[in-house]
Each structure stands twice: as structure tokens, then as C-alpha cells.
């Protein structure tokens, strides 16, 4: 049982380029988050999910995407990426939300 | 607005002591409160949740963490610290109805002396 897969586990982009962060989960949880972390700031809710094809905002949205096309997937897309969003990301999955959710690796994100 | 603060960002305590680490939260309606730890470039583990019932939930590793309403504290703790302890510890508070959102304190580093 592998649990949230999160790929790559680092990357270094120029700013303006575009990626998308991989996560994968084979638990079958409905519930999936991403999350941005940053040195005293705390853990911040970017997008989640209740299921496939629902996505909602977090609390810092700006210039990031989403989209839940299945269960297991949720990859989150940097479309221009900047600076200020140098972080570490990470993604969760829950099978309700409210029990705790289960974390991957995480992947440090390097913009210059 | 709902939010978590977790009022020490750092703590140093020697093996073998005991530990508290402190949690307040803002929310509008019955709370479902957890606590995670973070070690060195690791993602985050669930040490303990609280949803309703006993006051007082155990946890993994030998945490345990008391919810006081009037207080709006959900305060880890455990008697005696291990080298081991030594990461981050975040509090989160979570919504009642199903959504899913999870909101973070700003973690709080725990450092063990030998």
C-alpha cells in the first residue's frame, strides 16, 4: 500500500515556466488537499476536493490550478510560476475528511 | 474567521522531561481537533484527532492532549520526552460539516537536550 505519492520530490523552475505537481493515492479517499509550507507560516490550504470532479479554493488559490478527473489523482498546476511561490507542497487524502488525513513526501519547489 | 495558534514556535526541553505544547483556536461551531508531527524533510503524521466524547484522547508515541471548550485549548502533551520527540508539531481544527478543510497552526519546533 504506497499511500499519497507526490512527484516529483524536487524541482527547480524559471520564473514564468509552468509544471504540475503529481499526487496519487491508492487508498480510494475521496477527500484531497494541497497544501503549501512555508517557514513560520504553518501548513496553508491551497485546493481540495470531495470527489472526483469537485474542486474548491483554500486560502492561497492565486496561480495555482486543480482539477480531479479521477479518484486517485489530484495535480496541481503552476501555470506562471513566481518567486513567492518557492515552497514546499504537500498532499493529503482522507477518506472523509474529518479523520485525519494521510500526507505525502512533499516536493520542494525552487523558483529563481 | 477560524484559525489555530500555537502560541510557542520553538521549545527546548531535556530527555526525559515533561512536555506541553499549547494550541488555541477560533471556530464558529463544534470543532474536530488534531495534532500532526513533522520530522526533518518528512511529511506529516497524525499523532491524535478529538471529535466528541472524553476530553482527554490518547494518541501514538505516548501523546496525549486535552480539549477544553472554555478555553478553546487543545494542548498536547506527554511526560516524558524521548530524543526521538524532536520535530514539528502542528494543531489543526477542522470543519463539522463534511468538507474536508483542514486549517493549521503555525507549528511549534521541539528541540531535545540530552
Known amino acids: 500500500n504506497a499511500g499519497v505519492t507526490q512527484t516529483p520530490k524536487f524541482q527547480v523552475l524559471k520564473t514564468g515556466q509552468s509544471m504540475t505537481l503529481q499526487c496519487a493515492q491508492d487508498m480510494n479517499h475521496e477527500y484531497m488537499s494541497w497544501y503549501r509550507q512555508d517557514p513560520g507560516m504553518g501548513l496553508r490550504l491551497i485546493h481540495y476536493s470531495v470527489g472526483a470532479g469537485i474542486t474548491d479554493q483554500g486560502e492561497v488559490p492565486n496561480g495555482y490550478n486543480v482539477s480531479r478527473s479521477t479518484t486517485e489523482d489530484f495535480p496541481l498546476r503552476l501555470l506562471s510560476a513566481a518567486p513567492s511561490q518557492t515552497s514546499v507542497y504537500f498532499c493529503?487524502?482522507?477518506?472523509?475528511?474529518?479523520?485525519?488525513?494521510?500526507f505525502g513526501s512533499g516536493t520542494r519547489l525552487t523558483v529563481v | 474567521a477560524q484559525s489555530v495558534t500555537q502560541p510557542d514556535i520553538h521549545i527546548t526541553v531535556s530527555e526525559g522531561a515533561s512536555l506541553e505544547l499549547r494550541c488555541n483556536y477560533s471556530y464558529g461551531a463544534t470543532p474536530y481537533l488534531f495534532w500532526y508531527v513533522q520530522s526533518p524533510g518528512q511529511g506529516l503524521q497524525l499523532l491524535l484527532k478529538?471529535?466528541?466524547?472524553?476530553?482527554l484522547v490518547q494518541g501514538i508515541k505516548g501523546f496525549e492532549a486535552e480539549f477544553k471548550r472554555s478555553q478553546s485549548s487543545f494542548n498536547l502533551r506527554k511526560p516524558s520526552v524521548h530524543w526521538s520527540d524532536a520535530a514539528e508539531y502542528f494543531c489543526?481544527?477542522?470543519?463539522?460539516?463534511?468538507?474536508?478543510?483542514?486549517?493549521f497552526g503555525q507549528g511549534t519546533t521541539l528541540q531535545v537536550k540530552p
Open positions: 478529538y471529535f466528541s466524547g472524553d476530553t
Open positions: 489543526a481544527v477542522g470543519p463539522a460539516s463534511n468538507t474536508g478543510k483542514l486549517i
Open positions: 493529503a487524502s482522507s477518506s472523509t475528511g474529518i479523520y485525519g488525513y494521510t
